[in-house]
């Protein structure tokens, strides 16, 4: 009982302070009073890319004219939300024989204001604004990853690319370098990205994410949101309502959930195995009542008497904890996939873990060492 708590309890350790890391990392923007929904297009008209521009960016329009809301914008794929959109990148200084070999990015068309909204830094250059529309010269941002990929040691701003086909689309002029965003988890190595003007974009998106960032509190817009929307078009589908925060914890779903079984299986392994290191301790006392009476009666101290049944007791916790050590490292495996910025073996978590297990322990000695000093050697010896 006592191997089986602290395999658990080194488990759930090391979950939490996972967790607790994951939870710090930057996603890349700041997600603090942020909105976000996606509107689904639908019916037979939306299948000219003017009607469906123009519906986006009248809801746009009237989007920002709601009380509460200090910015808002749409993009095509919501970081760390299941959207997974990737193209590929063709660089014109660097043309290769087999595009195939050119990279792949993950491809974000959005609508001017939509990094300040969100705001991700600027690293270099500018971001969008209302005079990259379709008709202009095409422009593309690119994240600090593909920057460093693709132009080392180099000033990308200037360079050209062509994203999606190698042979067809526009050559599109980097204008600006952005920070990187986590797409698909906090924990993942950030990918390239590019971002496109979404007026630009040779298609229009069927379905886009509304981004708003709000004065107060980003949840309570909701409502008003959904009615300027369908004052738009009644009938355009309003779906994945979250806070930005909301998506950021849900991100972390599993290993939270992890964490919660660990942390619910292991306090129960602990309270078992205070339950029966007590109760061998108690029926050990009470088998050797005329023992200790006889000890007490040649002139043992009640410290002797305490020490000894401490001794057993802690004895069999000692042993029980050197099992589980030993399994918990031989299933760190098991339980590593889990893990983000902390060791399988962090030695922290497993002399945390042994230092709960123990005071555990000795409260659950405690009770029947006690027991064993308060024995009267005379009432013990006369009853035998």
Not at 231 to 250: N, P, Y
Not at 303 to 319: C, H, K, N
Not at 353 to 373: D, I
Request: glycine share 8%; aromatic share 8%; with cysteine.
């Amino acid at each position: 009982e006592v191997a089986l708590a602290l395999m658990l309890l080194i488990g759930a350790g090391l979950l939490m302070r996972s967790l607790a890391r994951v939870l710090t990392v930057a996603p890349g923007f700041d997600p603090a009073h942020l909105l976000t929904m996606q509107i689904q297009t639908s019916g037979p008209r939306f299948d000219n890319d003017t009607i469906t521009r123009a519906f986006f960016d009248r809801a746009l329009e009237s989007v920002r004219r709601v009380p509460g809301v200090e910015s808002a914008a749409f993009v095509s794929q919501l970081p760390l939300s299941s959207d997974f959109d990737m193209s590929g990148v063709h660089l014109e200084s660097r043309p290769w024989a087999n595009p195939g070999q050119d990279p792949s990015a993950f491809r974000y068309a959005v609508s001017p204001g939509y990094i300040a909204t969100m705001r991700i830094p600027v690293l270099r250059g500018r971001a969008f604004t209302e005079q990259d529309r379709a008709g202009e010269p095409a422009v593309v941002l690119i994240n600090a990853t593909l920057a460093r990929h693709e132009w080392p040691g180099q000033d990308p701003i200037g360079q050209r690319i062509r994203i999606g086909s190698a042979t067809d689309g526009p050559w599109r002029t980097v204008v600006g370098i952005v920070g990187d965003v986590k797409q698909t988890s906090l924990t993942a190595e950030q990918p390239d990205a590019v971002y496109v003007p979404e007026s630009q974009w040779p298609y229009a998106d069927g379905w886009l994410s509304l981004v708003v960032r709000s004065h107060g509190d980003p949840a309570a817009l909701a409502p008003a949101l959904r009615r300027t929307i369908w004052s738009v078009d009644k009938d355009q589908a309003i779906v994945r309502v979250a806070t930005m925060d909301a998506l950021i914890a849900s991100s972390a779903a599993q290993r939270r959930f992890a964490f919660l079984l660990f942390e619910m299986f292991s306090v129960t392994a602990l309270i078992l195995a205070a339950a029966g290191i007590y109760g061998v301790l108690a029926g050990t006392v009470t088998e050797r009542l005329r023992e200790i009476g006889v000890r007490l009666a040649l002139g043992a101290s009640r410290w002797d008497i305490l020490s000894m049944v401490l001794r057993q007791g802690l004895g069999l916790t000692a042993f029980g904890i050197i099992l589980g050590a030993g399994g918990a490292l031989a299933l760190r495996r098991i339980i590593a996939g889990l893990l983000f910025g902390v060791s399988s073996v962090d030695p922290l978590t497993y002399v945390g873990v042994t230092g709960v297990l123990a005071v555990a322990a000795l409260a659950a000695c405690w009770v029947p060492a006690m027991r064993a000093t308060r024995v009267d050697p005379a009432v013990t010896l006369r009853a035998e």
